[in-house]
């Protein structure tokens, strides 16, 4: 469902959440969300769009592949 290009946060969110992930929860500097022992850092919230390369980031470190995230 969403593409591989820049989305909204709360795209990304509801994206991981589909895809089994809990939260987001408070931490640190960035809040995250967890599967299983897995935890991702959300990039922290801002006027625009998160990138490709960002996005591409987060999902390599939820172990999420593109195929993954766009039937998500």
Known sequence: MPSFGPVKRRELV???R???FLGPFSGGKHEFMYRGSISVALPNPHQSDIGR???ARVL???GVSRDEWEKA
Request: proline share 0%; hydrophobic share 60%; net charge positive.
């Open 14 to 16: 509801a994206a991981l």
């Open 18 to 20: 589909r895809l089994g």
């Open 53 to 55: 390369e960002l996005l």
């Open 60 to 62: 390599r470190q939820a």
